[in-house]
């Protein structure tokens, strides 16, 4: 489980709630809010 301001790394998150699928290109990004649902907690997918 992440959460949104971890650097969590480069890979494909998934939200929780909506299971929106967020791409994190560089390893230096940080997980932001689910763009849909305003959500902060991520699986990796
Ligand atoms: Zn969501």
């Known amino acids: 489980m ?3 301001g971890d650097h969590s790394g480069k890979g494909r ?3 929780t709630k ?3 699928a967020l791409y994190l ?3 230096f990004d940080i997980l ?3 763009p ?3 959500n902060q907690q ?3 997918g």
């Open 25 to 27: 290109e560089d390893s």
């Open 18 to 20: 909506c299971s929106k």
């Open 32 to 34: 932001p809010l689910c």
């Open 36 to 38: 849909e649902c305003g």
């Open 2 to 4: 992440y959460i949104s």
């Open 13 to 15: 998150y998934l939200c």
């Open 42 to 44: 991520f699986l990796v």
